[in-house]
């Protein structure tokens, strides 16, 4: 009882000492954990928990084997936590324990996946952050600039710099991609940032102490680390910078998890090169993880065929983090160019590259202590591969090109000194820790004698049983050792009365007895002796090896990063050569030009359709552009029915454009692409109502995002805008949506809808354009051509979708019916929209020259009951097909509303999206649905 309320007590006190999420204590072979953190890890990791009973009342505990918290501790820190590890201790009056190491997120130095694992903080600039203290100025631009540090302690990579405000706060940790943020003292409470951050990404958000961002001591800190020149190089002047940069070097300070030391450069963040991706976008691409969270079916697995976990790790880079550089692209093409067309040469660098250790990780682990012989004999042999893969393409096509140079790019004779020193200071094939020959003979004079002692030792105890044999004429006689008896000399029961005098019996044994002389005793005195030497100067000088290694970390990254290069270089080259991708050229203007483009993915498993894009100036110009008077195709509005393949053709754009700035061939038979500055995309209905997120806020949060951040120079990627809400409320905003980003932010957009109104803004802005993605219908069968073609789809054939998927007859004849009605009547109110006549049915179309719509400024009484009828009629359908959806009521400065709806508009200006819970929203839009019913 007194026992368990010590340790129940001293694990409480230790907890309250750390400010990890849990505490593991060691008690003898156990790691515990007590009260609810042994809940926690029980329910986490399927634990069974016990009860601890402790003055009286008893506490819930579960524990680990000391052997296994490794992958349990992983484990937790994978799924978010950060656990404080309290180590026990031996003291002269029995045991004490203290919290030793905290891990988490970011400083888990052996995950299990070759990725890369940022450790972020971000600082706000200019000192104190003056939080928003209502709603009213979420609109605020200029906000705060921020700090940004990432590190990645797994392999020493370390950048940090100043970003002028959030949104480019936000693109960069989108970037990074951080396990953990270390919000700065500042940016704790409704920061926009870390708000962004908490909400759309799974990163860790850890809180840590406040010294730690005191800018004076990070200063220190970071001159400390990286030398008092380190920040005005990289043009690191900010002191919020600095300020980032230094927490996160005292944070992996205080997790002592010791790899600082790796740490060996500071680099900048050039956010400014980078693609921006944000999380969805990387998401609905499928860059790296499918929609469903999958690896296999991504792009990144599509093309990873990469010999080495550092070579994926940069493939992932480069794909997930694309370039602006043209310089850079234009490099890593030549690369994969010459290694494209040369399949001996590339397939003799990937099997010697087969293998080859993560030198960047090593490095790591070099400078923390824990690399082991068989980690330094790993970094050995990956140096050695660096003169082996220049000799490798020296005769080959390869020679004088990109590869080579880039082989050429390390320090050559740093790399061989370090190479030659281990391989005089190892053996081949180490065993797994110093002490049992891993050094090799003829490094250390002082180990070769210990060394030869030993063996001569070990020769004669070997020679011993023969040498007894014979002198004694003994049968049945070995020698040999174990833990109770030490050497012995064993010999069979009808031998044993014949031993001489001056052999001891130590053990009888069934069918033998053992024997000791004062001389064997000498002997193995003389092997322990020995052995406790050799283990000693062995493990010393495979310290002083490691320390040496340590010391040349920043030349192991260096050759790593090469080795990966051309690893990613090689496996792209590889893929595009297999799979008939072309080098993409970079057009100078903003031309966007594929010829029989493919989706890198789709492509592998099916029967491929290619299709053409054709965006930008350079087509305008050309003879085959489509017959539109206007000069550019900027903003394509894509239809065509459901399944018919626009999600693929709008996607296989983008990837196309995104392998391009990542330095790759893409799918294509010839591709002019531009160079973008982001790729933006909002994909469908996601159902994040599970995260309690309403779809359709979420859809317009995105939208909300895009509009707030592409730029001219971005690609746009919009499939389905507004299906979250009724019919007329969805026309609106994708109208509108398009509107703008075809006015205001001139980005290249395509743009899939079903709103067939849509297709009807082409022949009023001059930079929209329809193509539609054909379907042929015959006998009311509809076959897939997965064709692109100019101009809009006639309809959508959604009742023939539902035919083809065995929906009952009578619901599809009806079904088409009511189509048929509901076109009818849209006819109607599109004639009374145009104030009479009787020809085609017109659609309402945004003037642009008037700014407004036409046939919504002349016939305002008639509209008006058109209008309240048709948004009651839309809202009981919910999110119908758009097939029959008519002509939107689309606001418009002239429409006029009665009181009641007057009063729902009213409400609904005052409802704070962001603060009402989503239930009581849906709930809110219904019971104005409902009013409007009934007002009708
Ligand atoms: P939509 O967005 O029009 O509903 P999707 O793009 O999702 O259609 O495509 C539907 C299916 O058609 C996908 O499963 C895809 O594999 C296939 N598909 C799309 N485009 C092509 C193509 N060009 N060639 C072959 N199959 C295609």
Redesign the pocket.
Known sequence: MTAASGIVGEFMSLKGETDADLLAMQCGDFYEFFGDDAETVADELDLKVSQKSSHGSSYPMAGVPVDDLTPYLKSLVERGYRVAVADQYETDDGHAREVDRVVSPGTVLDPDDAAARYLAAVVVDGGEYVTRSDGDDTGDEDGPAYGLAFADVTTGQFRAGRVPDAATATAAIHRFDPVELLPGPHTRVEDPVVEAVTEETDTTVTVHGTDAFQPGRARHRVDDQFGDEATTAVGLESDAAVTAAGAVLAYVDDTGVGVTESMTRLGPLDADDRVTLDTTTRRNLELVETMQGERSGTLLSTVDHTETAAGSRLLREWLTAPTQDRTEIARRLDAVEALAEAPLARDRLRDLLSGAADLERLAARATSGSAGPRDLVAAREALGLLPELAAAVADTPLANGPVADALAAPDQSAARALYEELDDALVADPPGSPGEGVIARGYDAELDEIVADYEETRGWLDDLAEREADRHDLAHVTVDRNKTDGYYVQVGKSAADGVPEHYREIKTLKNSKRFVTDELEEREREVLRLEEAREEVESRLFAAVRDRVAADAELLQDVGRTLAEVDTLAALAAHAADNDWVRPELADDRTLDVRAG??PV?ERT??????DLRMGPAVASRSDASAHDAPLREFLIVT??????????M?QCALIVLLAQAGSFVPAAAATVPVVDGVYTRVGALDELAQGRSTFMVEMQELSNILHSATEDSLVIL?EVGRGTATYDGISIAWAATEYLHNEVRAKTLF?THYHELTSLADHLPRVHNVH?AAEERDGEVT?L?RVRDGPTDRSYGVHVADLAGVPEPVVDRADEVLGRLREEEAIEARGGDGGGDGEPTQAVFDLSAGEFVGATDANGGQAGGDGKRAGAGGARGGGRGDGAATGRVPSDGAVVDSEAAAILEELTETDVTETPPVELVQRVQEWQRELDDGE
């Open positions: 493919r989706h789709v099916t029967d491929f359709v290619p299709n065509g029915p459901n399944m018919s393949g626009k999600s693929t053709y996607r499939d899939a993605v897939f997965r």
